[in-house]
Structure formats: structure tokens, C-alpha cells
């Protein structure tokens, strides 16, 4: 009986908390199927009545998809970029002899740690030396840079977990370094370079802070910086703003989702003994 | 197929000599086990001869051609690993093409060789499993073939046989034995594991603390133990070793230790005369019977085919052998017999009648 009372109350506290996690999103996906009407209606309309003209306004009037497209190369650059370099100095850090390696996994975090707003005048003006302000690579390179350390540390870890007799066969079989790399080592540890890849995207996809520095002209902002600037001097779009919201978050979902078994799944069960 | 030779092979690891000077030859063909406890050394001779690690000083030899800066790869060895390190992403066919698919071979020429060592192996049927659907002994046997597969010059192999059951064990040794056998293909053989050694070797090296103490076959290993550490490391139950002096009485040379006094059937030990020496008696040069050792029978140990009695005299603890018959009883007075023929002598924990030159010219080094 206690048992069940325990298991109950931990089931009820787990949904509060969900639900209290939830509750902004269902919010705005709530307010993005509304009309126009139903949003400013006192008391408010709690079922909506699905109506999709939010959404076509935001990619109209807004121009939503651009920001989307935008978005997308720019968290996907970053993404593939960060993960090739992180599987490479992952890789070196956890298995390569070297010297000063602690050193060097201990700089990778102290340099993750310092706040955006510290570095944005230096960075800002190092892209502007380049001439990168308003592109997608003056984007990309500080997303990778400031990713690059926890998409290595992941990696790293992932790597670390691997049998070391598993590298030794790769490598008596016939493999240098690289072939051990990617026929052997990144195939076991999927999980943890999904994972690295997953958090990196994440990040690029939700980062707003260098977007709005960066990116001034219209054409080439992200998601975040466009929903931010839908709103004019004398309009608040909310139902465009609540759509828009709605379609960024849906990939995140989809992706997660989607390598959430990968993630899950211990691929190294059967290598060793046991 | 080649020989391999190794030359005042030498490994420091942070500052710790793991590996001292070691030279060994093995010839085309043979099968030569690497004999130690654990961390003496041998794993990492045979990661040595691998090229997983770069030794301090000294060289490898295969056939002809010196492989000392060479990669793994660019020396054409086989290795199976104590924990099989399997590709767990692979199926077992794709575990054993994989060292022909990195040597970018054509796909019917794997098809092929992949078949004829599951084939050999036994483990045809089961191609298309995944590594841990596999039990122990399959794994090994998947182990094995990626090994064999690719007709390598060296065939290295690293306690491939501690993980699995004691039944297991002994039928792999027969397989072990018979596959060499088939092929032909020298190899080096690490275990800790004296049974294995003296059933699959033709070629012992005897390995402590990084130092080579006796190079030999399983016999002379056994027979002409080089110093106290082979005597005592080799045999089940071990070696008995009593401390004691070489005496003269009379025209007779004798070893006494405290009251024990057992007549040494050597003349040419006469220059030992004086000298503190350990002798060595193996369980089965002693038995019930009239003899200069008697004690008392602290326990009994029935074994089906032989009887082990552990006798305790003065303040030693003798093992001895005795027939599947033996009656006696513990607590009881018992009297042991001795071969004198095959008792060992050591002194300043080497063997007396090794005559130095030949211990060197074997290239051993004792401690």
C-alpha cells in the first residue's frame, strides 16, 4: 500500500513538473491556432479554434521560412563543422599519448565559461576585419568556436568508455589512425557523437545573443532574431509571433525525437567479454 | 610464414623497467608460449612484437627484415586479444573481411577466404549474428578466424583462453594445438596459465619481473628448472624447498638441513661442499616409504588417480605424492621416500649444474 502511494505521488509530482515545463509551449501553440479575435478575448479562449491564418501570415507578411532557411544552414554548419573537428580532438585527447592533456581539456572549459558579453566586442570586430558581418560563415565561426569545447568533451568522454583492445585490433587488422577513427571508434560511440551533435544544434538554433550582433540585415537573421523583430514600433503581431515560435521549436522536438534511440542504445554491448 | 627474433628488447613505463633486456628466437613454424604471473612483463612483449608499443632499446625481428619503427599494420601479424575485442557493430562475417576489406580486397576473393575460416572454425552457421548473441567460446572462435583469415606472418595471442570455463579451456587447447598444427604458422602465445604452456608449447620462455629466467622445452623447463623462480613457478602442487648446507661425511656428500639429512648423488658437487644451498624436491620424488624425511600428516587430498598428503616435519610443510590407494589418515606419522636423482639444488637461487656458458649462449639471462 505504501509502496503504492509512494509510486503514485512521484507519478502525480513528475506530471506537475512536465506539465509546468510544457506550459509555455502549449501556450503559444495554443495562441498560433487561434484567430485574431480569440487572442484578445477576455476571459481568455482556452480551446482554439484551429485556425491556420497565423501561420500564413507569419511566412507572408513576416517572411518566417527565410528566417527558417537561415537558421538551418547556420545551426547546420555549425553542427557538422563543430562535430568533424570535436570527433578528431575528442579522439587525439582520449586516446592519443600526448603531454598537457589535462591542461588542454581544462582551457576547452575555462575558454566555454567566459560570458558572451565579455567577448562580443572582440569578436565583433575581428568579423568586421574579416569582412563576415551580415554572412553565414561570420555566424558559423563563433558558434563553432564557442561549441567546439563541450562538442570535445563529449566526444572525449564517449571515446574514453571505448576498450582500448578494440583500437588495438582495428589497428593489428590493418587501420591507421584515421581508418580506426571512423570504422571503429565512431560507429561504437554513435551515441555520444549524436548526443555532442544534438546539443550543438540545439545551441546554434536557439542562440540569440551573436545573431542579433552579427546579423543586422534582415536577409540573413535566424529564427530567434526575426520572431524578436516581428514586432514594430506600433504593432505587436502575437499570433505571428506565437506561430513562428511554434514552427522553430517543432524540428528540436523532431530531432531529438528522432536520435533519441540512438542516444539511448548501449551499441557497445557484446565487444568484450560478458 | 616467417621466424621472429628479439634482441635486448627494453621498456621503461614512468620510470619502471617493465621489460629488461630480452632476447629470444622463434623458429619458423614453432609454438612458443610467453610463461609468467601476472604483470611480469610478457603482455607487453608481445604488444612489443606487435608494434602497439615502441620499445626503449633493442629490436624485432620477422623474418629477415627488422620491424622495429614499424606500425602494426606494416608487419603483418595476427593478434587475438584476451577479451576477443570484437567489432560489437559487425556481424561475425563482417568481423573476420574486416582485415581484408582495410587491405582493399576484391569482394569474391573475402567471400572466399571468409568462408574457408568459418568453416575451419566450426562457426559457419553463424555468420549473420552479431557479436553478443555469441557465446564465449564462439566469440573466441570469431576471434580466431579474423585472425587466421588473412594468412598473417606472426600469429600472436594474448591469454586467449583466461576468460573462458575450465571444461571450455581444455577442448579450446586441443583445437588450439590442432589449428597449429593445420597451419603452421609461428606463434607467440602469452599466458599465465602453466597448463596451457606445457601442453601447447614447443618453446617456453619463462618470464619475471621484465627478465627472461629460463628458455626451454616444456620438459627441460620442468625437469631443469634454471633457478628457484621456474622450479618454483612450474608444477601443481609446487616444488618443495628446503634451505639447508652441502656437507661432507666421510667419502659422502650430503644435504642437511636441521636434523634432515638426505645423501646427494652428484660427485661433482664436491666444490658446493660448504655452501648454503636450497634444495628442490618436486611432490611426486617424494612417497611413503623408508626415507630420511618423516612427519606428521597435517591433511589429505584424494584426487581420483593420485593422492596429494601434506606433511608437516619439524617446522616445514612437505607435499608429496601418493597412489589412489593410499590409506593413511591424518594426524597420523608418516615417513616419505626420496628420488635423490630428482632433487634440484640451487644455490644463490640458481641451478648447480647448469653449466653458465650454455645458460648464456641461449640467449637467457638468469637473476
Given at each position: 500500500m505504501k509502496e503504492r502511494l509512494e509510486k503514485a505521488g512521484f507519478a502525480v509530482l513528475t506530471l506537475f513538473v512536465v506539465c509546468l515545463s510544457l506550459l509555455p509551449f502549449l501556450w503559444f501553440l495554443d495562441t498560433s491556432l487561434k484567430t485574431r479575435i480569440d487572442i484578445t478575448a477576455i476571459p481568455p479562449a482556452i480551446v482554439p479554434s484551429g485556425s491556420f491564418h497565423f501561420y500564413e501570415s507569419a511566412i507572408e507578411n513576416y517572411n518566417l521560412l527565410h528566417f527558417v532557411k537561415n537558421s538551418m544552414i547556420v545551426a547546420g554548419a555549425s553542427?557538422?563543422?563543430t562535430i568533424l573537428l570535436s570527433v578528431f580532438a575528442g579522439y587525439a585527447l582520449a586516446r592519443l599519448r600526448m603531454k598537457y592533456k589535462g591542461i588542454i581539456m581544462g582551457s576547452f572549459l575555462l575558454v566555454s565559461m567566459f560570458p558572451q558579453i565579455s567577448i562580443a566586442g572582440p569578436?565583433?570586430?575581428?568579423?568586421q576585419s574579416f569582412g563576415w558581418l551580415n554572412t553565414y560563415q561570420g555566424l558559423v565561426l563563433p558558434y563553432v568556436t564557442l561549441t567546439l569545447p563541450l562538442g570535445i568533451w563529449i566526444t572525449a568522454s564517449f571515446f574514453r568508455e571505448l576498450p582500448g583492445e578494440l583500437e588495438d585490433a582495428a589497428k593489428i587488422d590493418g587501420c591507421g589512425h584515421v581508418q580506426t577513427l571512423f570504422k571503429v571508434i565512431i560507429p561504437l560511440a554513435a551515441p555520444g557523437v549524436f548526443t555532442a551533435a544534438l546539443l550543438v544544434f540545439i545551441y546554434a538554433w536557439n542562440e540569440f545573443f551573436f545573431a542579433l550582433l552579427i546579423m543586422t540585415e534582415k536577409s540573413y537573421q535566424t529564427l530567434p532574431v526575426g520572431i524578436a523583430l516581428f514586432q514594430g514600433q506600433y504593432t505587436m503581431p502575437w499570433g505571428e509571433i506565437a506561430a513562428a515560435s511554434t514552427v522553430a521549436t517543432v524540428p528540436l522536438v523532431l530531432l531529438v525525437f528522432l536520435f533519441q534511440r540512438r542516444i539511448v542504445r548501449g551499441l557497445s554491448a557484446g565487444a568484450i567479454k560478458g | 610464414m616467417a621466424g621472429l627474433k628479439i634482441e635486448n628488447l627494453t621498456k621503461t613505463f614512468g620510470g619502471r623497467k617493465v621489460i629488461d633486456h630480452v632476447s629470444f628466437e622463434v623458429y619458423e613454424g614453432e609454438f612458443c608460449i610467453l610463461l609468467g604471473p601476472s604483470g611480469c612483463g610478457k603482455s607487453t612483449v608481445l604488444r612489443l612484437i606487435a608494434g602497439l608499443e615502441r620499445q626503449d632499446g633493442g629490436g624485432v625481428y620477422i623474418g629477415d627484415r627488422e620491424v622495429s619503427g614499424?606500425?602494426?599494420?606494416e608487419r603483418d601479424i595476427a593478434m587475438v586479444f584476451q577479451s576477443y575485442a570484437l567489432y560489437p557493430h559487425l556481424n561475425v562475417y563482417e568481423n573476420i573481411a574486416f582485415p581484408l576489406k582495410i587491405r582493399k580486397m576484391s569482394r569474391r576473393e573475402i567471400e572466399k577466404?571468409?568462408?574457408?575460416?568459418?568453416?575451419l572454425l566450426g562457426i559457419d552457421?553463424?555468420?549473420r549474428r552479431k557479436p553478443k548473441e555469441l557465446s564465449g567460446g564462439q566469440r573466441q572462435r570469431v576471434a580466431i578466424g579474423r585472425a587466421i583469415v588473412r594468412e598473417p606472418r606472426l600469429f600472436l595471442f594474448d591469454e586467449p583462453l583466461s576468460n573462458l570455463d575450465a571444461k571450455l579451456r581444455s577442448s579450446m587447447r586441443v583445437e588450439l594445438a590442432?589449428?597449429?598444427?593445420?597451419?603452421?604458422?609461428t606463434t607467440i602465445y602469452v599466458t599465465h596459465d602453466q597448463i596451457e604452456a606445457m601442453t601447447l608449447g614447443q618453446k617456453i620462455v619463462v618470464i619475471d619481473r621484465g627478465v627472461?629466467?629460463?628458455i626451454g622445452t616444456p620438459r627441460e623447463v620442468y625437469d631443469k628448472p634454471a633457478n628457484l623462480f621456474t622450479a618454483s613457478f612450474i608444477g601443481m602442487p609446487s616444488i618443495n624447498l628446503i634451505e639447508g648446507r652441502l656437507v661432507k661425511k666421510g667419502e659422502e656428500i650430503l644435504f642437511r638441513s636441521d636434523d634432515l639429512e638426505i645423501p646427494v648423488a652428484r660427485r661433482d658437487f664436491e666444490r658446493y661442499v660448504g655452501g648454503d644451498v636450497t634444495s628442490g624436491i618436486r611432490p611426486e620424488s617424494l612417497g611413503p616409504g623408508e626415507g630420511p624425511l618423516a612427519g606428521r600428516l597435517e591433511h589429505i587430498e584424494h584426487l581420483g588417480s593420485e593422492t596429494i598428503l601434506y606433511v608437516k616435519s619439524g617446522n616445514m610443510r612437505i607435499t608429496a605424492k601418493a597412489g589412489a590407494d593410499f590409506g593413511g589418515k591424518v594426524g597420523e606419522d608418516i615417513s616419505l621416500s626420496v628420488n635423490t636423482m630428482d632433487i634440484h639444488f640451487f644455490l644463490d637461487g640458481k641451478r648447480l649444474d647448469v653449466a653458465r656458458g650454455a645458460e648464456n649462449d641461449r640467449g637467457?639471462?638468469?637473476?
Open positions: 553542427t557538422l563543422i569578436v565583433w570586430k575581428i568579423l | 614499424l606500425t602494426p599494420k577466404k571468409v568462408q574457408a575460416a568459418a568453416g552457421t553463424m555468420l590442432g589449428l597449429h598444427k593445420k597451419l603452421g604458422i627472461i629466467q629460463q637467457a639471462r638468469t637473476v
